[in-house]
């Protein structure tokens, strides 16, 4: 075996090991990736199907976000010219209906009461006298007076008659214009951007303070019409303002409008219509306004003509209509 030590291929068998043996791998399941493969179908198929509704939902539910509170308001004009000695309210004060705001200086209607009652003193007198003198006439025989006398006093006592009429009709008005000195509240709400004070001049006819009527608020909503087919009067309405998103407030429809302005119609240059170029692949749904009354006033929500409101219509069953 001398010539197996110089061999560089000969194996030493105190050194050589065994081969070790091959071992097998298991067999790989399918399972899992099909459970995968059908999980992630079903995300996928969910998430169309909740896309899908999401646009169904958007389009025909009646809902918008373009809504606004209005309110109607009070313009308060004094119905007697005069310089205004006291403002009796300050600026978003609540006021009552008949509550007085402002006084106006009442010296010269009460010179005109006290002139209008002289002349209805005066004119009750000439009265009494003409009505006598008339009543004496016909007392007479047609011996004693001639018809034509008779007939000139009764005339005399009916012109002193409408003299006094007139007086009395006078003092009334006197009496009214002293009342108007004192300028009331013509409802119930708030006053709102008050300007008048004291010393200003009020003219008749000309508006000195706006007051905001707390009993007409409602709620306009310009809804697509697309969506009007699905909106019927009386219609339950949820309404939720944007500065209280968490309290919706329950409504009503109380009116669809009937009409917008048509851009389309205004006159241009020589009194030809202005007709705005369009798309025709492109049709942009018109907004039409919906009056929405308040089923009750919140009291602890501060209301205010202007706030941004979002509206959902629901059907008569509650449920949204598609």
Known sequence: MAFLKNDPYAVDERTARPPSSTKTSPPVSVLPSAFNLFAVMTVVGGSILLAWLAWRYYFDTPW??????????????????????????????????????FRIDDRDYRIAVQRAQAALERAHAQLTNMRAEADRRNQLSDLAVSAEVRQSYESNAQAAQGAYDATVADLANAKLNLERTEVRSPVTGYVTNLLLQTGTYANIGQSVMTLIDSESFWVTGYFEETQLRRIQVSDPTDIWLMGYPDRPIEGRVESLGRGIMDPNSAPGVAGLPSVNPVFTWVRLAQRIPVRIQFKQLPNDVHLAAGMTATIHVRGRSGAARR
């Open 64 to 101: 918008t976000r373009d809504g606004s509170v209005r309110v109607y308001t009070a313009q308060v004009a004094s119905e007697v010219s005069g310089m205004v000695t006291a403002v009796s309210v300050t600026d978003n004060q609540a006021v009552q209906k008949g509550e007085v705001l």
